[in-house]
C-alpha cells in the first residue's frame, strides 16, 4: 500500500481497504470489489466510494431496499470511521463534504478491465485500481452507479434511491 500521491489526496488504499474490511464484516455481505475517487472540483470536495456487492446479495434485492437502507444506514458509519486520519482531519474542518458511497451494478469492475485493455494494458498484468484518477473509469463507474443506485450519508442521514436492479 502507498502513501497519499499528492498532497490534495484525502486517503491511502490501506485506509480505504480497511475500511471496506470494516463496512463488510458490519454488513455482513459479500464485496467482490471496491475503489474510491476524490471530487476535487466539488466545494467542499467529496469522497467517493464505488462497491460492487456479490451478484444476488440480499442488501441489493428490491423487495428488501427499505429494510436494507436501514441497515446499511448503520454500516456506512463503519465504513466512514475506517478512512484514514488524513480524511477525519478535512471532514471535522468541513474540508469535506458527506461521504458518498455508490453500489454498483454486477460486472462493472469486469468493465474497467475492458477499458484498461482497449488503453493498452495487458489483461495478464491487469488489477483494479483502488484509488480511481482516470476521467474515462470515473465517468463509467458513475454511470454504472447512476443506472443502479446510490446512498450518501451525512452525519447518518440517509438519501436512497434505486433505479434499475441489474
Do not use: W
Request: net charge negative; proline share 4%.
Amino acid at each position: 500500500m502507498r502513501a497519499p500521491k499528492t498532497a490534495d489526496e484525502i486517503i491511502t488504499e490501506k485506509d480505504l481497504t480497511s475500511a471496506v474490511d470494516s463496512f463488510q464484516h458490519s454488513t455482513a455481505a459479500e464485496v467482490v470489489e471496491f475503489a474510491s475517487f476524490s471530487d476535487y472540483e466539488l466545494s467542499p470536495k467529496q469522497l467517493k466510494v464505488f462497491i460492487e456487492f456479490r451478484e444476488g446479495c440480499v442488501f441489493l434485492q428490491e423487495e428488501k431496499l427499505q429494510e436494507s437502507a436501514e441497515a446499511l444506514r448503520s454500516c456506512c458509519s463503519s465504513l466512514e470511521n475506517g478512512m484514514g486520519e488524513i480524511y477525519k482531519v478535512q471532514r471535522d474542518r468541513g474540508e469535506i463534504g458527506p461521504l458518498v458511497v455508490s453500489f454498483v451494478r454486477s460486472g462493472t469492475f469486469d468493465g474497467i478491465l475492458h477499458i484498461a485493455i482497449k488503453n493498452g494494458a495487458p489483461a495478464s498484468q491487469y488489477k483494479p485500481p483502488k484509488i480511481i484518477r482516470s476521467p474515462e473509469i470515473v465517468g463509467f463507474m458513475e454511470e454504472s452507479a447512476n443506472q443502479f443506485g446510490y446512498l450518501t450519508f451525512a452525519n447518518f442521514k440517509l438519501i436512497a434511491h434505486c433505479i434499475a436492479m441489474m
